[in-house]
T-cell receptor, first 115, second 115 residues
Framework: GAVVSQHPSRVICKSGTSVKIECRSLDFQATTMFWYRQFPKQSLMLMATSNEGSKATYEQGVEKDKFLINHASLTLSTLTVTSAHPEDSSFYIC???????????FGPGTRLTVL | AQKVTQAQTEISVVEKEDVTLDCVYETRDTTYYLFWYKQPPSGELVFLIR??????QNEISGRYSWNFQKSTSSFNFTITASQVVDSAVYFCACAGSSNTGKLIFGQGTTLQVKP
C-alpha cells in the first residue's frame, strides 16, 4: 500500500523559533497533500490543502503567514510553523491523496511541543 | 460542506462484548465517501473502511462490520467480541465530490475495552 512518512516524529522547541515538518509520499506521486492539526482529545481539523506547484489553500481561521506550506515536488510537502508559541503545541498530521480523489494516505504524525 | 457527528464521546465495555459506534453525516453532495479510522495511543491513523454513496451494502471484515443507511444518513460501526486491543479512538469521516476530496472528521469516539 501507499506509504506516507513524516519527519520529525516529535519536536520540542523554544517559543519564538520556527519548526519545519516534512511530509513525503514514498512510493507514489501526490499532487495534493493535506495538513491536519489535532489537539489533545479532539478531532482532526484540516488546516490547509497543499497542491504541487501552486499556493496552498488554507481553511478559515488558519493563519497562512504563520503556517507556511510548500509543495515543491510531487513527493514532498513541508509545513513550517513560524515563531511558534505554546498554543501551537499539537499533533500535526499530513495526508497525501492517491490516484483517486477520495483516497488519502496518512502520515504517522508529528508531535510539536513549544516551551 | 459536510458535517459528521459522533454522538458517543466515550464507550466502555468488557472484553467479548459487542459494541456499536454511531456516525451520522450531513452532505449536499450526491456523490460522497464515508470512512472509518482507528487512532491508537501512538497517534497514527489506521484506515478501516471506505464506502461510496452508491454502495449501501453492509460490509463485514472479521470482527468488524459496517451498516450504511442513506435513509438515516448513518454509517455505524460494530465490533463483535471486542478485545483489549480494540481500545482506541475511532473517527468517522466524510468526503464529498464538491470539495476536492477534503476529509471532514467527526469528533471521535473513545472506546475502552476492559479485560
Amino acid at each position: 500500500g501507499a506509504v506516507v512518512s513524516q519527519h520529525p516524529s516529535r519536536v520540542i522547541c523554544k517559543s519564538g523559533t520556527s519548526v519545519k515538518i516534512e511530509c513525503r509520499s514514498l512510493d507514489f506521486q501526490a499532487t495534493t497533500m493535506f495538513w491536519y492539526r489535532q489537539f489533545p482529545k479532539q478531532s482532526l481539523m484540516l488546516m490547509a490543502t497543499s497542491n504541487e506547484g501552486s499556493k496552498a489553500t488554507y481553511e478559515q481561521g488558519v493563519e497562512k503567514d504563520k503556517f507556511l506550506i510548500n509543495h515543491a515536488s510531487l513527493t514532498l510537502s513541508t509545513l513550517t510553523v513560524t515563531s511558534a508559541h505554546p498554543e501551537d503545541s499539537s499533533f500535526y498530521i499530513c495526508s497525501a491523496r492517491g490516484q483517486f480523489y477520495n483516497e488519502q494516505f496518512f502520515g504517522p504524525g508529528t508531535r510539536l511541543t513549544v516551551l | 460542506a459536510q458535517k459528521v457527528t459522533q454522538a458517543q464521546t466515550e464507550i466502555s465495555v468488557v472484553e467479548k462484548e459487542d459494541v456499536t459506534l454511531d456516525c451520522v453525516y450531513e452532505t449536499r453532495d450526491t456523490t460522497y465517501y464515508l470512512f472509518w479510522y482507528k487512532q491508537p495511543p501512538s497517534g497514527e491513523l489506521v484506515f478501516l473502511i471506505r464506502r461510496n454513496s452508491f454502495d449501501e451494502q453492509n460490509e463485514i471484515s472479521g470482527r468488524y462490520s459496517w451498516n450504511f443507511q442513506k435513509s438515516t444518513s448513518s454509517f455505524n460501526f460494530t465490533i463483535t467480541a471486542s478485545q483489549v486491543v480494540d481500545s482506541a479512538v475511532y473517527f468517522c469521516a466524510c468526503a464529498g465530490s464538491s470539495n476536492t476530496g477534503k476529509l471532514i472528521f467527526g469528533q471521535g469516539t473513545t472506546l475502552q475495552v476492559k479485560p
